[in-house]
């Protein structure tokens, strides 16, 4: 069960419960969804609140609404597949090797392992084109 804050056209604020999102979807489009207080059929679901961030904070990361578990484990996996198959494990030796291959001092390859916060500021500086993995809980 979800519980969605709801709002009704005359802006009498009650939640709701349903068995999920899609539900309420349903429900909402089938005009099923009753103000308790005036029997208002129209009713939209009140949004989350926003903010705004001070100049040079990162924004936050948007979460994925409503993205059925299934896909998420689905798309980990496969990230998973393509870096332990297309990508050589360099460990702590990540820096140094993205720059040997940034220089041309070794073969350029796919690459991963892990750097300091000091070595990605380093290899900014250089130029060196790296991104990073997301770090997700594993399916359980
Ligand atoms: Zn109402």
Known sequence: ???IDLKCSQDHYFEGWFAGLEVFYQQQKDGEIQC???DDHQISRL???VAIRRH???PPQPVPEAKP???LTKQWQELKNYLQTQFEEVGTDFAKEALKMHY???EKRNIKGSSTAQEEEVLQKEGVEFFKIPVLKEGN
């Open 56 to 58: 040079g904070e990162a």
């Open 1 to 3: 069960m979800i519980v």
């Open 36 to 38: 308790p207080i005036c």
């Open 69 to 71: 578990e299934a896909t």
């Open 104 to 106: 041309g001092a070794a």
């Open 47 to 49: 949004l989350s609140p």
